[in-house]
């Protein structure tokens, strides 16, 4: 890179605001002078002598400067045409200065100090090969004011002449410094702009990664005090938003981990629990760098994790299923189609009764089958519009006559919007799961099984509710209602209630098990609305 080249930010496309800064603090650096020379010459007329013989210039100069550099102060806060505004003030100051060498009798009369002051403040503002224009332009001034004084006086002084030489070669050298000593600075403010960019962009990144990460993350001093927490760890702990507490103070067990491995130091991780939000986490502890020498503890919700795995159960099971599904469908069809034709002989109760019980296990196992295969068609999905004021009554008036029950049985009750976006045939599949397991929990007499249907508090969400009068879940099943195969009845399938879900999901909505006083109470919240 030459010397002169421009290596500050114009050469992308526009100065830096600290271009604009710096010659900001040049113009007030001339509003200084102009006030400090204007103020001498009015208070203090001893101080400029030479100034005492031209009573035009002794009030009229320094109050014309000082006008000139207030102007060019105000011009400065517009940010427009940079350089001409740097070198129209540096032109005014060499001539003003050299007016006054002139009139103080030359160099030697000290002045010249302020004019290299000038330059060097000019050269660490301006930019590239205008510094030397400055340094040139003061030295062309300087000689031509020698110049004219030797004119005037009809005298040769080599002095004089060697001391203006002398002088020059200070302003070259001067410009030449203050150049080379900006475009280090410029170089460094950029290195450090750039590096600054890059660390913000680091920071950010991180910053975001660990806000998202499903673990949670806490910053332990090397007293148990909590300094930092992502927001996963606010919710595995119920963490409040003021740092600084003690870790004893949000799980005791994990307290006690921390002061076991701070003995220790081991790397296994262990088992907590945390009272606040009733969770079981796995800790793992990590020794930082850091002068403080911080803790990092990583925490991991125990439930995610076997949740996972049982998911991955689920489906490795369901792709099995669905094989073996496939592979016993032809053999149990002859069997049902055998167990018919030997239902047309008639050789004793014994025999009849050996029939009936192959028969209701065939139909059975041909239900497992089809809600298997029906199952891992879930993803075919043609979502519409369904209006439940026209669908439900001939649904529960088809479903009574399917299972041969009173009209009353069913009680339906609509309000609201009463209208849900889901695949019709999953819609009608979901609630013949629904209403089949409810059937088997009641007491199948007059309004035992409600069909509710209400606007949600979530907007453009409806609720259907399928409640029943039987004896309601138990806590212990709770948890496995919804896994597939389990069952509380003798004559389900458990298969009923997974399926339901699954078609649920499928269609955007959730199934879930409302908490009641007495019966099961299945909630669907689906969208009442369509979904862009």
């Known amino acids: 890179m030459s010397l002169w080249s421009v290596s500050d930010p114009a050469d992308v496309g526009g100065l830096s605001e600290s271009h604009w800064r710096s010659l900001h603090f040049f113009n007030l650096y001339r509003v200084a002078l102009a006030a400090l020379l204007l103020f001498s010459a009015l208070l203090f007329p001893g101080s400029f002598p030479f100034l005492a013989e031209h009573e035009s210039l002794r009030h ?15 011009v400065g806060y517009h940010h427009r045409h940079y350089s001409v505004q740097l070198t129209s003030s540096v032109m005014l100051d060499v001539l003003v200065l050299t007016l006054l060498i002139h009139l103080g009798g030359g160099l030697s009369s000290g002045l010249g100090t302020i004019l290299l002051a000038t330059l060097a403040a000019a050269g660490l503002v301006g930019q590239g090969r ?27 002084d080599p002095t004089a002449f060697f001391q203006a030489g002398v002088f020059s070669t200070g302003c070259f050298a001067v410009a030449i410094s203050a150049r080379l000593l900006a475009r280090r600075v410029i170089t460094n403010e950029q290195l450090a702009y750039r590096r600054g960019i890059d660390l913000r962009n680091q920071i950010e990144i991180s910053q975001r990664a660990i806000e998202e990460m499903q673990d949670g993350v806490v910053v332990l001093s090397s007293l148990g005090l909590v300094k930092q927490h ?34 220790q130091a081991h790397p296994e991780k262990v088992l907590v629990r945390v009272p606040a939000s009733g969770l079981q986490l796995q800790a793992r502890f990590v020794l930082t760098e850091s002068s403080e020498h911080d803790v990092l503890v990583f925490l991991e919700d125990m439930s995610r994790v076997r949740e996972q795995a049982l998911q991955m159960k689920l489906a490795a ?45 065939s139909q059975r196992l041909e239900r497992i089958v089809n809600d298997i295969l029906d199952l891992g068609r879930r993803d075919r999905i043609y979502p519409e519009l369904i209006d439940l004021r026209e669908t439900l009554p ?139």
């Open 317 to 361: 099971l369901g792709r099995l299923t669905a094989q073996i599904a496939h592979e016993i469908r032809n053999p149990l069809s002859a069997i049902s189609h055998a167990g018919e034709l030997l239902r047309e002989e008639r050789r004793g109760e014994m025999y009849e009764r050996l029939l009936r019980i192959v028969l209701d296990n």
């Open 60 to 74: 009229g100069l320094p109050t014309g400067y000082l006008l000139a550099t207030l102007l060019a102060l105000f």
């Open 130 to 156: 205008l510094v030397l224009f400055y340094a040139a332009l003061a030295t062309l001034a300087v000689l031509l004011e020698q110049s004219y004084a030797a004119f005037l006086k009809n005298h040769f």
């Open 394 to 532: 001939t649904f529960i008036e088809d479903y009574l006559l399917k299972e041969q029950l009173p009209t009353d049985v069913v009680e339906l009750e609509l309000s609201g919007l009463a209208q849900i976006w889901f695949d019709r045939s999953h819609c009608h599949r979901m609630l013949w799961n629904l209403l089949g397991n409810a059937l088997r929990h009641s007491q199948r007499s007059s309004g035992s099984i409600r069909l509710r249907v209400a606007d949600a508090k979530l907007d453009g969400h409806i609720e259907l509710h399928v409640i029943d009068d039987g004896p309601g879940v138990d806590e212990a099943a709770r948890e496995h209602i919804f896994e597939p195969f389990f069952t509380t009845h003798h004559r389900g399938t458990g298969l009923g209630l997974y399926i339901a879900r699954e078609l649920c999901e499928a269609n955007g909505a959730r199934l879930e098990l409302v908490g009641t006083d007495s019966g099961a109470d299945f909630c669907v919240l689906g969208r009442a609305t369509e979904c862009h």
């Open 230 to 263: 992502n927001p996963r760890a606010r919710q595995l702990l119920a963490l409040t938003d003021a740092d600084g507490r003690q870790l004893s103070g949000y799980s005791p067990e994990l307290a006690k981990a921390f002061v076991d491995w701070s003995r």
